[in-house]
C-alpha cells in the first residue's frame, strides 16, 4: 500500500513489467460521481503533465483502477515534510507544468474543469 484516503486505497502493482498504480475503490457511495469521473479519464488522450488511466478491472464486486504511477511521493510532501530544498526555479517549473496540465483539461471539448487541484496529503 502505497497511500489511503476516504474513498479508495493505492497500491503500488505491476501491469506487463510497468510499475502501475492500483486504487481500490472502497467506498461507492458515490458512484454516478465516479462514474463520470472514470468516462471522463477514458475519453481523454495521454497528456505529458497529466497522470494516464491505464484501465479499470473489478473482482468480486471491488472495484479498481489502474493508473500510471508517479515515483516521489506527494507534491505535499515534498514542499512542505521533505528536507530536500526546492529553487525557486524548480517551483516555478512544478507550477508551470501543473498549469498546462489544466490548460489542456480546460481547452479539451467540451472543457473539463478540475475541482480538486490541490498539495494536500
Not at 471539448?109 to 478540475?114: E, F, K, L, V
Request: glycine share 6%.
Amino acid at each position: 500500500m502505497v497511500g489511503t484516503g476516504h474513498s479508495s486505497e493505492v497500491f503500488l502493482g505491476k501491469w506487463r513489467g510497468q510499475e502501475v498504480a492500483i486504487k481500490k475503490i472502497i467506498n461507492r457511495s458515490n458512484s454516478q460521481e465516479f462514474q463520470r469521473e472514470l468516462m471522463t479519464c477514458m475519453k481523454l488522450r495521454p497528456h505529458t503533465n497529466l497522470v494516464s488511466l491505464i484501465g479499470v478491472a473489478e473482482n468480486l464486486s471491488q472495484l479498481y483502477i489502474i493508473s500510471e504511477y508517479c515515483y516521489g511521493g506527494t507534491l505535499f510532501s515534498l514542499l512542505h515534510e521533505s528536507k530536500a530544498m526546492l529553487s525557486w526555479q524548480q517551483k516555478i517549473e512544478i507550477a508551470r507544468q501543473m498549469a498546462q496540465g489544466m490548460l489542456f483539461l480546460h481547452t479539451s471539448s467540451p472543457p473539463i474543469i478540475h475541482r480538486d487541484l490541490k498539495s494536500l496529503k
